[in-house]
């Protein structure tokens, strides 16, 4: 398979091997700190706001992005692109964005949003993303708290959110709509502004001035504001394209291309937008994740790798296992997927010099499934995929196994807004599944004393917009500190715990971090969200909620009334056993003491349009909690 002679082929060449060197630190004989070297050579100049006109001015007719119209991938050059830039920001110029002002930008992913980005800072202004799905009054809180009088959206339903929002403010807000023209419009109205006008604002921008105010997620209240600045942006983009570009293109000899689906309100997503931009990467944008949409895409795109998040990995797992039992061959699949997991084991435990190679009858059964499973599973995938990135949570190491027996490796991030998105990254020379990899290039990773991960380095934000108080609490001595709890490892890989708030005390005093059950548990159909509790009770138990997907195929597969009520299956015998092994999988990475004794299946979904899910998909533990309180209260009965 090509990803296990890259690794091979990689790993004999010091020279993309020990590129960014690490320096441990040790405290009572305990890894508490890991620092990468920055990168070597001069860093990018300017700001990010000047890469369409450098691209312009030295390749114009490159291909930079492939726009989707009417169903084909139409390429764009560079020149066309930094033409767009312009023109939309000569329009926001006139219709007065004044250097330093916020314009918000409520749109899906698309071309439109890479065009207005670079359009904003081009006017001198700041982004403020705002999730597609946002409600009034959280679109309402974050015009009001960052003062965004400028904002551009994507539909008459988001025009229509923006206008609800609005209608609460002191001032009134200017909105220009893209899927009605919102664009040209814009072209327009700044058809007299000079070109040097935007060059000049372009120019009085330096590395400290805020490029955009990303909202955190909001689990925890209010959303706060970061202030992340051009010089922040840089530095996550160069330091990405550094340590994963020059290897993946010397090993693969294959052009990268992506295509990017996460949404770009999202600082991941945006980042790597930025990143392929930097290094000339060719990329796409597509508005949704959802699978049976995403799929089709990724046939026609066909990219050498992806950036997603573990849902992605979990469903194209899922649906592979859905399409081989709805030919009768359910067992197979299982088969395939328990041999995948053996494999990627033994045969990446090999590559890395950590074991044997597999077996033969691992091999000889690992090649008859490669050829009835997983080529199935590349061909989803575009077949020409050799690399995905996953962030946001941790990947279930089994399915990482699983894709890499596939042919696909994926690598694990961790980081967050605060950090310019991924503040780890795993090497792409060493892939560690079960980690989220070393600090990225130029950044530093520490354990503090109670277990939380401290940040340090060029990516990390400057401060929360209008709260100083929240930032007091978070900067510390030059760290920032996460709320996150982590371990490193000997060779300086990050492992995440759980989340230093969400942390349940039993009433026998066992301390148990709730994420590593949740994510297990997760990603094993039929199970759709879950929350996990126990806080001041005698054990752990969880909540979880049935994917419709997953249960449309069960009750499909045998033979079941499509309407069957969740409160009848909720008492099915077959469907508990099901969602059993599901905990069994989750609790074979706990102990006794910290393993779910319990689980209720309840009605519903936790869902953004409920208020129990934030955009980024993380549960709002708070709010699933008081509004299932009184099945909590059974589990303990």
Same mark, same amino acid.
């Given at each position: ?262 949404? =770009?309100?999202? +600082? ?20 949704? +994740? ?94 020409? =995929? ?107 890989? &990050?492992? +995440? ?33 879950? &929350? ?7 054990? +752990?138990?969880?909540?979880?909620? =049935? ?27 077959? &469907? ?40 980024? =998909? ?20």
């Amino acid at each position: 398979m090509g990803v296990r002679k890259d690794l091979k082929q990689a790993r004999s060449r010091p020279e993309l091997r020990d590129r960014f060197p690490v320096r441990l630190v040790r405290e009572d004989g305990v890894v508490r700190e890991a620092h990468t070297a920055p990168p070597t050579g001069p860093p990018p100049s300017g700001t990010p706001a000047d890469i369409p006109f450098v691209h312009a001015a030295e390749d114009p007719g490159s291909i930079v992005i492939r726009r989707q119209e009417h169903g084909n991938w139409r390429p764009v050059t560079a020149a066309e692109f930094a033409g767009d830039v312009l023109a939309v920001a000569k329009g926001l110029i006139a219709a007065g964005v004044e250097p330093g002002a916020r314009v918000g930008l409520m749109a899906r992913t698309g071309y439109a949003w890479a065009v207005l980005d670079f359009a904003i800072w081009s006017a001198g202004g700041q982004t403020v993303p705002v999730y597609p799905t946002s409600s009034p009054d959280q679109v309402g809180w974050i015009l009001r708290d960052s003062g965004a009088r400028h904002v551009v959206t994507e539909s008459a339903e988001h025009t229509a959110v923006v206008a609800e929002a609005a209608a609460t403010l002191p001032e009134p807000v200017r909105t220009w709509q893209t899927d009605s023209g919102g664009l040209a419009e814009l072209a327009v109205l700044g058809a007299e502004i000079a070109d040097a006008v935007p060059a000049a604002r372009r120019a009085a921008l330096t590395p400290d001035t805020v490029a955009t105010l990303c909202y955190t997620s909001g689990t925890t209240g209010r959303p706060k504001g970061c202030a992340l600045t051009h010089g922040n942006l840089h530095a996550e983009a160069h330091a990405t394209v550094e340590l994963l570009h020059p290897v993946f293109k010397a090993v693969t000899g294959q052009p990268a291309s992506t295509l990017l689906f996460l949404p =770009l309100a999202h +600082i991941l997503g945006r980042v790597i937008q930025i990143a392929c931009l930097m290094a000339r990467i060719e990329i796409g944008q597509f508005p949704s +994740i959802k699978p049976d949409e995403l799929r089709p895409e990724l046939r026609r795109f066909r990219p050498t790798f992806v950036v997603g998040v573990p849902y992605l990995f979990e469903k194209i797992h899922d649906t592979g296992r859905a399409t081989a039992e709805k030919l009768g061959r359910g067992a197979s699949f299982d088969r395939a997927d328990a041999i995948a997991v053996r494999y990627g084991e033994a045969s990446l435990g090999h590559v890395l010099g950590a074991g044997p190679r597999p077996g033969a009858g691992l091999r000889a059964a690992h090649a008859l499934y490669d050829a009835l499973v997983y080529r199935r599973i590349r061909k989803e995938l575009g077949g020409n =995929l050799r690399y995905a990135i996953s962030g946001g949570s941790p990947l279930d190491g089994a399915l990482s196994h699983f894709f890499y027996a596939a042919g696909v490796l994926v690598y694990e991030g961790y980081g967050l807004t605060e950090t310019s998105a991924a503040a780890t990254v795993t090497p792409p020379l060493a892939p560690r599944p079960g980690t989220v990899g070393r600090p990225v290039p130029g950044t530093a990773v520490r354990i503090a004393d109670d277990g939380e991960v401290l940040l340090k380095g060029p990516i990390v934000f400057s401060a929360y917009w209008n709260n100083p108080e929240a930032t007091a609490e978070v900067l510390r001595d030059g760290w920032f500190a996460t709320g996150d709890l982590g371990a490193l490892d000997e060779e300086g890989h &990050l492992v +995440i715990t759980g989340r230093k708030k969400d942390i349940l005390v039993t009433s026998g005093g066992k301390n148990v971090s709730p994420a590593v059950l949740e994510d297990r548990l997760r990603s094993r159909p039929p199970v759709g969200q879950c &929350l996990v509790v126990g806080d001041n009770r005698p054990y +752990i138990a969880a909540l979880v909620t =049935l994917d419709p997907e997953a249960i449309q195929h069960w009750l499909a597969v045998r033979k079941r009334p499509a309407d069957t009520p969740v409160a009848a299956l909720a008492e099915d015998p077959e &469907l508990l056993a099901d969602i059993q092994k599901a905990v069994d999988h989750a609790n074979r990475a706990v102990s006794r003491a910290e393993s779910i004794r319990r689980f209720r299946v309840v009605p519903g979904e936790f869902s953004e349009e409920n208020g129990m899910l934030t955009p980024s =998909l993380k549960v709002k533990r708070h709010a699933v909690m008081a509004a299932y309180g009184t099945e909590i209260d059974a589990l303990y009965r």
